[in-house]
């Protein structure tokens, strides 16, 4: 079984950051596009941000561009999401997904999915 496991949520303060892993047990990420999306309590689930099998190639959600970067390194089998100035809504439980292909915003175009981790933004 392919599975993608998610690191790196917790509370934070308004204004503060973190940083979100996502690694790959029994698959080699490097042949994918790597999706973050996230799931608020009542909400479905959106995209965030993708990054191509190269990392040449990054799109991100517009409620969310200039304060999360993504990125990955090939050889750590990892991809990490950079969450700065972070927002009250923001808090959702952050899932990473992969494809075979190129990148994509849309849930039911992925192939593989992690379990999720939660982030909650709050003073």
């Known amino acids: 079984q392919l599975q993608l496991v998610e690191s790196g949520g917790g509370l934070v303060q308004p204004g503060g950051s973190l940083r979100l892993s996502c690694t790959a047990s029994?698959?080699?990420?490097?042949?994918?596009?790597i999706g973050w999306f996230r799931q608020a309590p009542g909400k479905e689930r959106e995209g965030v941000s993708c990054?191509?099998?190269?990392?040449?190639?990054?799109n991100y959600a517009d409620s969310v561009k200039g304060r999360f970067t993504i990125s990955r390194d090939n050889a750590k089998n990892t991809v990490y999401l950079q969450m700065n100035s972070l927002k009250p809504e923001d808090t959702a439980v952050y899932y990473c997904?992969?494809?075979?292909?190129?990148?994509?915003?849309?849930?039911?175009?992925?192939?593989?999915w992690g379990k999720g981790t939660l982030v909650t933004v709050s003073s």
């Open positions: 997904a992969a494809r075979y292909s190129y990148c994509s915003g849309y849930v039911d175009d992925m192939n593989y």
């Open positions: 029994r698959f080699t990420l490097d042949w994918h596009a």
């Open positions: 990054i191509s099998r190269s990392g040449g190639s990054t």
